[in-house]
């Protein structure tokens, strides 16, 4: 994986002179407020991503995690295309006569390779023997080179006996001379827990063994002849109708919504990590490395920056993130599926960091007025810039535009936060949550009823033993790793109670989803109006406080929520106590 080290920019520009689109408004509006690289141009004596180009969202005092991997960095998905015609670029440069290799260092890599000798000497002081069986010889006849990347390289081979014998696998070679540290040797055991652990879904790639020698370490996988999503989506010219655009997508978020069931964050999915079984217009695809990926437990977030320049999200760059992360990702695999450019554009990564945090996706320009709005609200919902207000992976396949694609839906781990926080909260805020819910529109509702069901209702109603059993039926040991199930001793109180599908409702609706939507104001109002019939009530602003859990420094901002005629909540505040806004979030300067 190469290094793109960050240069301070004042303009962006392609080789042509023209601005890619998308980047003009950030030159005009941001040229003085875009933080600087840490790194200039040229130096090869720091690593740019020790410390964030960004602000830390955490505390005070709380220093970042480093990044698991001292090696991690950024990695261009395609040679910087022209803005106009990016894949078709992209594309050129293939097929031209003198093509570069594919994960070839670009410029700024050539520091690492100048290093590799002291990290081989490095690594020769490192324990990296991992107890992995030491017969790979025995067992399989190694062949030519499929694939290339930074770590290692894929070979083609075939099995000598056992229970795949003559059958042809793909062998990952991971090189122990690249693992330099203590840090980089776990991240090879995690990812082949995660292969074990994972390999069972149909758009998982089935991981067979794990070998090693004196010097690499060799991961026995299914062979996918079909090639890369990204080799199909150049050889379209860069655009799939709708049709086939939702068949991939479908099998992208099945897989996604899989692995963050687990606990599993991949942090890089991109094109490139997505094969076909084989050459067939309708053959299967299956996400492949998960070098990058983490555990995420779910009252944690991850800090690390890693994944690909291009498909980064935002919360990403302020390094604190979760499973939401990859949503974005897929978001971005969307929009270049729908019309062929990339939703954010720049020629150095600093560039296109900057369009990710503050640019919105052109839905203006062609083809976007050819394709359907629905399509378009899908995309929107997942290239959010709040988190919070993404859809999962779940919502995703339940989403109207792929609804018709049956993909089965999946547990979404989401609804058993919402819950907990529910369960937990006071009798006046699940006053306003059940008002909430019975707003919600009836498209919505979809999902809800999906997931109530998946948890297996008896006499109408939801207990803690069918949360319980739901979880455990979908764990595998990537669950347990990630501690997942730790949430039920959370869930207690549902011991001695029921939730009919009503409650269940107000108990595990989004308020930041909902507030994604265009209707979210007559929805908002509709709610309130239930609530003003059913469960408003006077209220001081210290008990307003108690509710949120805020300081007296609150005060001066909750005594705007309150009505003085009746001292109950206002619509201002009632939307504002839903969603628990802070005073921080509150006094934060507006995006612009």
Not at 351 to 358: D, G, N, Q, S, W
Not at 504 to 510: E, K, L, M, R, Y
């Amino acid at each position: 994986m190469g290094h793109c080290y960050s240069r301070n920019i004042s303009t962006v520009e392609d080789k042509d002179g023209d601005v890619p689109n998308g980047v003009a408004q950030l030159q005009n509006n941001h040229r003085t407020s875009v933080p600087s690289s840490p790194v200039a141009s040229g130096s090869t004596e720091a690593n740019p991503y020790t410390i964030s180009p960004f602000q830390s969202p955490l505390p005070a005092g709380v220093a970042p995690s480093p990044a698991r991997t001292p090696g991690r960095k950024f990695k261009w998905p395609f040679p910087p295309p022209s803005p106009a015609k990016p894949i078709l670029a992209a594309l050129r440069r293939r097929r031209g006569t003198a093509p570069q290799p594919r994960d070839g260092p670009i410029p700024e890599e050539s520091e690492e390779v100048d290093d590799q000798g002291r990290a081989g000497e490095t690594a020769e002081r490192l324990d990296n023997n991992f107890g992995f069986s030491k017969h790979f010889e025995g067992k399989y006849e190694l062949g030519k080179e499929v694939g290339r990347g930074h770590f290692g390289n894929t070979c083609w081979a075939k099995a000598k006996k056992g229970k795949i014998k003559g059958q042809t696998v793909a062998v990952k070679i991971i090189a122990k001379a690249k693992m330099t540290s203590a840090l980089s040797i776990e991240d090879v055991r995690r990812e082949v827990k995660l292969l074990k652990a994972l390999s069972g879904h149909r758009h998982m790639v089935k991981f067979y063994d794990v070998f090693e020698d004196a010097d690499n370490v060799f991961l026995v996988m299914e062979l996918c002849e079909g090639g890369e999503l990204l080799d199909r989506i150049l050889a379209r010219g860069g655009r799939f109708p709708e049709a086939d655009a939702k068949r991939i997508l479908v099998q992208i978020l099945s897989a996604t919504a899989f692995f963050h069931l687990q606990g599993v964050v991949h942090r890089d999915l991109k094109p490139e990590n997505f094969l076909f079984t084989s050459k067939n217009e309708d053959a299967v695809l299956k996400v492949i490395d998960f070098g990058l990926s983490d555990f995420s437990r779910f009252d944690q977030r991850l800090n690390d920056v890693v994944g690909s320049a291009y498909y980064v999200a935002p919360e990403v760059l302020h390094r604190s993130y979760g499973t939401e992360a990859d949503i974005w990702s897929i978001g971005v695999i969307s929009y270049i599926l729908l019309c062929g450019s990339r939703p954010f554009y720049g020629r150095t990564e600093s560039a296109i960091f900057r369009c990710v945090l503050r640019a919105n996706p052109n839905f203006e320009d062609t083809p976007w007025p050819s394709i359907s709005p629905i399509a378009k609200d899908f995309v929107r919902r997942l290239l959010n810039k709040d988190h919070r207000k993404r859809m999962t992976a779940a919502q995703a396949l339940a989403h109207p535009w792929l609804r018709g694609e049956n993909p089965g839906l999946l547990l979404d781990f989401s609804i058993y936060k919402l819950v907990k926080s529910y369960i937990r909260a006071s009798p006046f805020r699940r006053a306003a949550l059940k008002s909430l819910s019975k707003a919600i529109p009836e498209e919505e509702l979809v999902f809800l009823k999906a997931q109530f069901m998946l948890l297996e209702p008896e006499d109408g109603g939801l207990f803690l033993h069918n949360f319980t059993t739901a979880l455990t039926r979908y764990a595998t040991d990537a669950m347990i790793e990630s501690r997942l199930p730790d949430i039920l001793n959370l869930l207690q109180p549902l011991a001695h109670r029921k939730l009919d599908f009503e409650e269940f409702c107000a108990a595990a609706v989004s308020v930041y989803q909902l507030e994604a939507l265009e209707e979210w104001e007559q929805i908002a109002t509709t709610a309130f109006e239930d609530f003003e019939r059913e469960g408003s009530r006077a209220i001081s602003v210290q008990e307003l406080a108690e509710e949120m859990s805020l300081g007296p420094n609150a005060h001066p901002l909750l005594k705007d929520w309150i009505r003085s005629l009746d001292g109950k909540l206002s619509f201002l505040g009632y939307k504002k106590f839903l969603h628990g806004v802070t005073v921080r979030s509150s006094s934060s300067r507006p995006t612009r």
